[in-house]
């Protein structure tokens, strides 16, 4: 297979990565507020959340992390010389970063299966935002490579954190008006 039809591939299964972990986090969210609902509704929900954790994550999240490291890895074999880019080292490290998040979200799932919530939908909400995080960081990391001042890069990531930390907390405090 060319370069090309591999570095298409490894695009697309990271926005299937992405899109399982962002979605992953919205259904915990759903599945802890659940916990405020009355019987029968809250053990149907609970059930109900607990079936499309499963599949999503089992099905699109684990094998769409993994296709994206295998397809990346062949990126690196078929052009080692880009491990002497300076801009890869800090993809990579952020890849780390990423596979953690992955795992940890892996430890809510087993915990959420057990019915050990441990978080309301507030964390959820902030948890939920490490995602795009990772991924505007990697994105400009990528498209930037070394024409970005790392920083100014860094600085702006912060805020960026702090942006969407704040929008959160005005979607809380919305939310928490309208059903006054």
Known sequence: MSYTAILSLHIIFVVSWFAALFYIVRLFIYHAEAEDKEEPERSILKKQYTLMEKRLWYIIGWPAMILTAIFGTWMIVLRPDLLKMPFMHVKLGLVF????????????????????????????????????????????????????????????????????????????????????
């Open 97 to 180: 970063g990423l596979i953690l998040y992955h795992i940890s979200i892996q430890r809510m799932l087993v915990q959420f299966k057990k019915d050990i919530i441990k978080y309301g939908s507030f964390k959820l909400r902030l948890w939920n935002e490490v995602a795009t995080i990772f991924l505007v960081a990697i994105v400009f990391t990528v498209v930037m490579k070394d024409g970005m001042n790392w920083i100014w890069g860094v600085v702006g990531f912060l805020c960026f954190g702090i942006a969407l930390t704040i929008a959160v907390r005005m979607y809380k405090n919305s939310r928490e008006r309208k059903q006054s």
